[in-house]
């Protein structure tokens, strides 16, 4: 899981570089767009529970990028950083 975690977290911050963000703010930034793409991902579940009639390849491209969406968000959103040692 460390080499996904990694490789999600350099695309995030090479993306937000480009975007003009401040070295001191990427890491805040970079777990906002982590919980962006939580709370975003929810778009694409939606239209599973409302609707009755989606096709099945339809059905499966909406869990594939629900999954894949969530799976981003998490890792960009928590830090796996243990509290130090008292």
Do not use: C, N
């Not at 990427?26 to 975003?40: I, N, P, S, V």
Request: hydrophobic fraction near 50%.
């Amino acid at each position: 899981m460390g080499r996904i975690k990694q490789k999600a977290e350099g695309i995030a911050v090479t993306a937000l570089r480009r975007a003009g963000v401040p070295e001191p703010q990427l890491h805040a930034r970079m777990r906002k767009t982590g919980r962006g793409f939580l709370l975003a991902s929810i778009l694409f579940i939606i239209p599973l529970v409302a609707l009755d009639t989606v096709p099945v390849a339809a059905k499966v491209g909406l869990q594939i990028i629900y999954g894949l969406m969530v799976i981003v968000g998490v890792l960009l959103a928590f830090d796996e950083e243990k509290p130090p040692r008292r």
